[in-house]
């Protein structure tokens, strides 16, 4: 296996030394990801500026005898950035201008290591919007975001990554250079291959430049949040107010998130009274009328026992936080997390079926519900007792992931609806995916990454 001083002395013929890191303290930061439960052990880690250079980095990489992890944020939750094998990390941090705003198109052409919060920033300088958006936002890479087809909060509205991706430019594992769709609404051409390489994890090329399509501004959103006392009518508000207002967000949350918030970020509780569920709406403000209205229905009806609505902005942002600071809440926990989706219609039944398998399962354990509802996407997060093990714990977790994949799979549902598969599903992965699909997923592996150099057995085991 090649060393550390021989890899550099190979990589200085395509780099120089300051885009080069081996230090231990730099290989643990940059070879993982939020998961925090996989063994970290790179090799090393590059810092391409270029497009050419990461050509020549993955031309090289054969010949060097490496393999390749590329890197963005680094925010993930299924390991797919995680270098635990002596892999290079090839990280796209300096990889992050903005090369160019095309008016007439509403397009941002910009390079994959652009901050998904500085796209954001960009297009309101413009008087636009970029609607993906979620919790990382200010960490995650735009790059990462097209690798796993990164969802977040506002896709009732407006869908994933996938939707807003006009064109991209991407190096193949055999450092071949393919320029997709160039920005354009209408290319009637052939085969689309910009869509493979959306939410393939980095497992067929690496993503260096995007052009990124924008939206006009919409009206100020605001923001309610309502007490739900039974789990099973949470569809049935989703419907009523998705019959009368234009959602742009419909997220859950169970009580003990709320609580876990609470305390690790100081906020007050929205009601004085608990619920064992929670409901967060936004909406254009415009409505405000038809939804008070609507929440009076509910209530009538009897599926909601409170709510509250935002007066200013701030109100609005201060909301957002009880559903948006759950993650960073329970990350000390080290949780073990299902990122799960069935049809929108099957949520209610299968989260009463979930709620048994995790009853019998977990009894002595804290499980942390949460979620985009109103696609479809709940997140169940199992907490880690401070007396056990990792190591033990997620061995636990994993034996019985099974039981609640078994459920999905009935339902035709996901395993990982937003979060990708890398290490965290890979083995679960036919639970979602038939095998003649796994079987032409290899395939397309074999075209575009003949020497197996991107992300190895990640989404797709190496040994089969």
Known sequence: ??????????????????QIKTDPADLATWGTD??????????????????????????????????????????????????????????????????????????????????????QEVAHQHGLFYPVDFSSSGSSQIGGNI???????????????????????????????LRLNHGLVKNATGYDLRHLFIGSEGTLGIVVEAEIRLIPTPATQQVMVLAIPQLLDILKVLRVFQDSLELSAFEFFSELALQKVQAHRDLQRPFTRSSPFYA???????????????????????????????????????LWELREGISESIAPYTPYKN??????????????DVEKVVAQNYPDLEVVWFGHIGDGNVHLNILRPPNVSIDEFYERCHTISPQLFALI?????????????GLLKRDFLSYSR?????QAMRQMKRIFDPHNILNPNKLLATSQ
């Not at 209205?293 to 609505?309: E, I, Y």
């Open 339 to 352: 990122d799960i989706s069935v049809r929108i219609g099957e949520i209610p039944e299968f989260l009463a």
């Open 409 to 421: 799979q009935a339902r035709n549902g996901s395993i990982s609806a937003e979060h990708g598969v």
């Open 147 to 177: 690798a796993t087809n990164a969802g977040g909060i506002r896709v009732i509205r407006y869908g994933l990554t996938r939707r807003w991706v006009a064109g991209l430019t991407v190096v193949t594992g055999t450092g071949a250079v």
């Open 34 to 119: 939020w998961t925090r439960s996989f063994v970290v052990d790179p090799l090393a880690v590059v810092f391409p500026e270029s497009v050419e250079q990461v050509v020549q980095i993955v031309k090289k990489a054969p010949e060097w005898g490496v393999a390749l992890v590329p890197s963005g944020g680094r925010t993930g939750l299924s390991g797919g950035a995680v270098a635990p094998n002596r892999e290079v990390v090839v990280s796209l941090d300096r990889m992050n201008a903005i090369l160019d705003f095309l008016e007439n198109d509403k397009i941002v052409h910009c390079q994959a290591g652009v901050i998904t919060q500085q796209l």
């Open 434 to 438: 038939s095998e003649e699909e796994i």
């Open 1 to 18: 296996m090649l060393s550390q001083a021989e890899f550099q002395a190979n990589a200085l013929s395509v780099l120089s030394a300051h």
């Open 280 to 318: 967060l709406l936004e909406y254009d403000e415009n409505e405000f009328e038809q939804a008070q209205q609507t929440f009076a229905a509910a209530v009538d009806a009897g599926w909601v026992a409170d709510g509250v609505v935002s007066q200013s902005l701030s109100q609005a942002s201060a």
